[in-house]
């Protein structure tokens, strides 16, 4: 036995205690540590800088309709991995581990209740979802929002969150940017409005069809919003962009957004919204 050993026995050393690894969260814009417990029930938001950090669609749903109250919309089920694709794994097995990872069928989930009495159809892209990406499982879900809109009589609001089109289901992610703004027609021809909130990130083909297409464009502070990437844009048109140009601050400058709202206010501003665009519709 070597002397450590022997010391080890002769000294009353307390176990060590085991600390969860999420005990903390950093603040990717300021740096400051946080309580993980306090930043979640601040909404995900900085107290110290406001940076919005991205949440899912239970933590969104719970902040968004009165009394957290609100009742989930069935995910359609769609054909999957309909190219057979693979990549350095398997797109199959990449769904069932964002399935496993988030509890979600697929990118898009909605869910019905009330916004300060009012009667609303919420769908939350969860970026956490393989990017939030678009493909044929996210043009099912929007479809069927649009319809519980449409069934409810009240309006369909979105919360973007993705990196664009899912380019493991190819040309038929593509075809979700049309599907979308087909039902969106739906929706405006029954007179009721389509309100969009853009998080961070809103991206790609995304951005291409039914985020830019919203009766009220709404983001959040800090929201990266866009097309492209800058780098892509800049070696395309061989020019520097301005700091900040696809953030949601820089948009509603230039005239791409109607408002942008802290997200402690989002729910009332919707609320305001909603009065506006469908006035007499407010619950007893």
Known sequence: MSWIDRVRKALPFVAKRETPDNLWHKCPSCGTMLFTREYEENQSVC?????????????????????????PIATPAVREDPLKFRDSKKYADRIKAARAKTGEQDALI????????????????DFAFMGGSMGLGVG???????QAAIAGKCPYIIFTAAGG??????????????KT????????????????????????????????????????????IGFAGQRVIESTIREKLPEGFQRAE???????????????????????????????????
């Open 47 to 71: 107290p110290k800088c406001q940076h919005h950090g991205r949440i899912g669609p239970d933590a969104r749903f719970d902040a968004i309709f009165d009394g957290g109250i609100y009742t």
């Open 250 to 284: 820089y948009l509603l400058d230039h005239g791409m957004l109607d408002m942008v709202v802290h997200r402690h206010k989002l729910r009332s501003e919707l609320a305001r919204v909603i009065a506006y665009l469908c006035p007499g519709k407010q619950a007893a």
């Open 165 to 178: 089109a899912r380019m493991q289901e190819g040309i038929l992610s593509l075809m979700q940017m049309p």
């Open 110 to 125: 909605n869910a019905s209740g009330k916004i300060e009495g009012f009667k609303a159809v919420v769908g939350v892209q």
């Open 181 to 224: 703004t087909v039902a969106i027609q739906q929706l405006h021809e029954a007179g009721l409005p389509y309100i969009v909130v853009m998080t961070d990130p809103t991206t790609g083909g995304v951005t291409a069809s039914y985020a830019m297409l919203g009766d009220v464009q709404i983001a959040e502070p800090g929201a990266l």
């Open 140 to 146: 099912a879900a929007f479809l069927a929002g649009v």
